[in-house]
């Protein structure tokens, strides 16, 4: 009797100490003190200054360039809001867009990735189309609905490529190099994806991936290795709202500390960890007020520290500053 009491006890114990470990890794503390709402600017329609379904955002000393993607067009606004330029127009063209999504800046060169153009294309920063890069199709170096881009310092690009259930990794003139995942085949398995929305690069040259549908992060190598993934329990696609769990991770992003964001789409909310996946912070509810979301897609950073976020829902863009 005493042995079964005491088998009983250790059997508790371990159990407590297991769902105390759990917790801990499945449902963080915040351990930063987060950001504040500072402005805030757009309104819906389709004149200058105002937006009908903003997704990417790119920034330049001080320009802030956003994908207008229901006017198919780029819209530029100094850091305060106030609206510069734009350019872009609806068609298949040089020039001309279609469904325009996330954005990268590289050597005073802006790179759209086209949704229903299925193309990379490359813009200079007053807005002349450069170059194309893609067709449509699932051959190498072909896309079906690109959703992001990131581009190296060598100018080689990284896409994510939408349907096709891959990222591709291509020279500067669009020549194959590798790809991560399998040509239409989405999995929860690390490597694979299950619609990958977009991708951005750690100081180090590995690429971050986010995993949308698969509601978590993976992390690559700059050989392709996978490295890791996270969100919710063991990165298998079960979505969440706690902290370090995504409803559709949409936009990943490298703040210039090289600390991870992600938008979390259904979730409403940015969330940000360090490069390993360790969860630090989160901001943001659903709602229209200051400071609240309607499925963010996108943000970006000023060396300030500021973070730009496109409140997709709301048509607008919030900006944001760290708590001191």
Request: cysteine-free.
């Amino acid at each position: 009797m005493r042995y079964k009491s005491r088998y009983l006890v250790s059997t508790v114990v371990l159990i407590v100490l297991i769902g105390l470990v759990g917790w801990g890794l499945w449902f963080p503390a915040a351990k930063e003190s987060g950001y504040q709402f500072t402005r805030a600017w757009g309104v819906p329609g389709d004149g200058p200054g105002e937006f009908h379904d903003p997704i990417g955002i790119a920034i330049a000393g001080n320009e802030v360039f956003v994908s207008d993607a229901g006017n198919n067009r780029i819209q530029v606004f100094d850091r305060s809001g106030q609206f510069l330029r734009q350019f872009g127009k609806e068609g298949g063209g040089p020039g001309e867009l279609s469904r325009p999504m996330h954005l990268d800046i590289q050597g005073k060169k802006l790179y759209v990735a086209e949704y229903l153009n299925d193309r990379i294309q490359i813009f200079s920063l007053e807005g002349e189309s450069l170059g194309i890069v893609g067709s449509s199709g699932s051959g190498p170096g072909q896309f079906d609905a690109p959703g992001g881009v990131t581009v190296n310092a060598d100018g080689r690009l990284y896409v994510a490529d939408f349907y096709n259930y891959r990222v591709q990794f291509l020279g500067p003139n669009g020549e194959f190099l590798r790809q991560y995942g399998m040509t239409g085949e989405k999995s929860i398995r690390a490597e694979f994806f299950n619609y990958p929305t977009d991708v951005a690069l750690l100081p180090n040259g590995d690429m971050v991936v986010a995993d949308a549908y698969n509601d978590r992060i993976q992390v690559f190598s700059s050989d392709g290795t996978f490295l890791r993934k996270w969100g919710g329990p063991l990165a298998i696609n079960i979505p969440g709202s706690a902290h370090g769990w995504f409803s559709v991770a949409t936009a990943v992003a490298v703040s210039p500390d090289g600390n991870i964001f992600v938008a979390d789409f259904y979730n409403h909310r940015i969330q940000k960890f360090t490069p390993e996946g360790e969860f630090l912070v989160a901001f943001g509810s659903q709602g229209t007020g200051p400071g609240q979301f309607e499925r963010p897609t996108d943000m970006t950073f000023d060396e300030e520290g500021n973070v730009y976020v496109v409140d997709f829902g709301n048509n607008r863009i919030q900006k944001f500053a760290p708590i001191q």
